[in-house]
């Protein structure tokens, strides 16, 4: 196969869109960052809200900064936070790519520097337009799946056929990423079953973390939507989320902000664990866990979902795959695919996971997303402080 | 492994099925169209046999019925695997959902109140 045009990278994976990232550094600078970036599809504003240093968010934002996606950053800083945004910068531009920095204090207020950060940006645009293209193929690629606004179609069909996308993402040598723990409670004997035994003993701590922290915060994961939808306990929806990971074996395990080495299917932990050394609260729901993903630089994201999702992620494609034939027929503007045909009898679980495996492919070649072309790029560092 | 079953059902077959049900294991199946009280429902197993059951009250599409009498604290099946305990009798045919089913998960959390 001739593979996909992709943007070459200096140093990591090569990117399947050549985006510019315009990182606030603080919630201050949201705004001025937001509306530099909303004038131009390619500038993709996604940042850290508080004001408090805290070196694993740096790394967090740089680990953004430095997406195969992203080409080039632009970070927007109030001036006085705690976070090091010199530091970003540095680090950023370390990978080879290139980054401008904008202090909004040094600029001198909200409309000149969101003037300034638009030129810039379209400077940056314009530069990238000279990004060289390279082959990407199947095994390049790293893809998270991730389920929100489950129903009890989500376990029939969408996850089901994800999975098989999954199984043949992997079966071309490709990384595939799951997280969501929360949503894996009381799947414990399946993922057991799964996992190679060194990364056992993590999964078992991890969903021991995500049983106490569902504990702690009094919320077992299952909402009045996903009620509704027929999901009774967490454990029938952490069944039905578990058929996102296919028939592969779990080769790895990822804490957050690591990236996978070797293609397989990944675990990645995204859960606040108290005695973790690393600051994290990243349960806010699907934004925060596509922002994990994404942190982790997955490519695209496969989004599933029964009841209707409609978010996208600031520097990964989302594609919107329903198990709910109905949704699909409500929200096609959101739903890039129905697996709900599954049900209704026209296509098969194998056919529908190469339909989406399809998809992802075409989108990795450039084709936009329902997400995409919706404009929905939401993505947020979530840290505890 | 229950991430693998596959619906055996394709085509025409399928358009008269109204509930699945997805192991053997199971005591439930999982509607896949809104069904009447006290009608007579089609049942597809995962082997491709079919069954039919009286469904005892309404079922919203995409919710579940039991299968056969389960006592009370008794497992629920689906997938092959537990996904909570019953707080009351159920009868064959009846919805299984939020009011007469606990997660053991967070009865393990919280204790039975």
Known sequence: MAGIKGFWRKKGRPGVRNLVAVIFTVGCAQTVAERIASEFFEARPLGYLSCTRNADCEDTIVALGTHPNVGAALVVALGCEGTDYKRIIKDIKASGREAALLVIQETGGTSVSIKKGKQIVCRLIEKLKETPRCSIHAKDLVVGIECGGSDATSGLTANTSAGKAADIIISKGGTVIVEEFRELIGCEKILESKAVASIRPDIKKALHNAFEFSRMTSYFAVSPGNKKGGLTTIEEKSLGAACKLGKSTIAGFLDRNERPVKPGLYLLDTVYSADSDKICLCNGGDINGNTCLSESHCHIIIFTTGRGNIIGAALSPVIKVTGNPDTYERMMENMDINAGEILEGSIDINKMGEKIFQLLMEVAAGRLTKSETAGHFESIVMRQW | ?113
């Not at chain 2, 059902?9 to 509930?19: E, F």
């Not at chain 2, 997805?22 to 999982?30: T, Y």
């Not at chain 2, 997938?79 to 064959?92: A, E, F, N, W």
């Open chain 2, 1 to 113: 492994m229950h991430a693998n079953y596959i619906f055996s059902i394709t085509g025409k077959k399928q358009v008269c099925i109204q509930a699945l049900v997805l192991d053997n294991k199971d005591n439930v199946a999982v509607s896949i169209t809104d069904l009447k009280k006290n009608s007579m429902v089609k049942v597809q197993f995962q082997d491709g046999c079919g069954t039919e059951i009286i469904v005892i009250e309404n079922i919203p599409k995409y919710h579940k019925f039991a299968l056969c009498d389960i006592p009370r604290n008794e497992q629920i099946i689906k997938y092959g695997y537990p996904i909570g305990r019953t707080i009351d009798s159920i009868k064959k045919g009846m919805h299984v959902h939020i009011h007469n089913t606990i997660s053991e998960a967070e009865v393990r959390a919280y204790g039975r109140d």
